[in-house]
């Protein structure tokens, strides 16, 4: 029974978990709950047009050219979820281009009391997914994450 009330105060705290979608271009932060159709707030990537770069156009196409892990970016998001409880990352990748692991050691780096607050990292194609599918992959991990006892400080409930 008590694991029962702690599994539904989780839920209520449900509005202060953020989601965030990010990609080498563009970041979508969920911050008004992960209900169906909540839409979310997006940030670009600043634009490198006219930024001058000695590079071949083959680096330029298959992404060698710069180093585009841009703190502003970085910045930019982490002022959108600085005030969460619980933040989710999803991104796409592997190695070098998973931008989601990128952001995450910019938060250890720079933001470690932001950090302490990423409760999960999922992989998934973020190409074919649609906002929808994206906030039904959080909504389904929060709730494994709540029903699991992982989301306690309690150790007897983690333990349960």
């Not at 029962?4 to 911050?31: G, K, S």
């Not at 600043?46 to 992404?63: D, F, N």
């Not at 989601?100 to 973020?126: I, Y």
């Amino acid at each position: 029974m008590w694991r029962h009330v702690a599994h539904i105060d989780a839920y209520v705290d449900r509005m202060t978990a953020m989601v965030v979608a990010i990609t080498r271009d563009e970041a979508r932060v969920w911050r008004r709950g992960l209900d169906k159709g909540t839409d979310p707030k997006r940030l670009d990537r600043p634009s490198e047009v006219g930024q001058h770069q000695r590079t071949r156009q083959a680096q330029k196409h298959r992404g060698h050219d710069v180093d585009h892990d841009d703190p502003r970016f970085f910045e930019d998001v982490v002022e959108k979820i600085s005030d969460a409880t619980e933040i989710l990352l999803v991104g796409h990748g592997a190695g070098k281009a998973d931008y989601k692991d990128r952001f995450q050691a910019h938060l250890e780096h720079r933001h470690p009391e932001v950090a302490a607050k990423v409760v999960g990292n999922v992989d998934s194609d973020l190409n074919a997914l649609t906002e929808n599918q994206i906030l039904s992959l959080a909504r389904d991990w929060f709730d494994q994450y709540h029903r699991s006892g992982l989301a306690s400080d309690d150790p007897w409930v983690r333990n349960w």
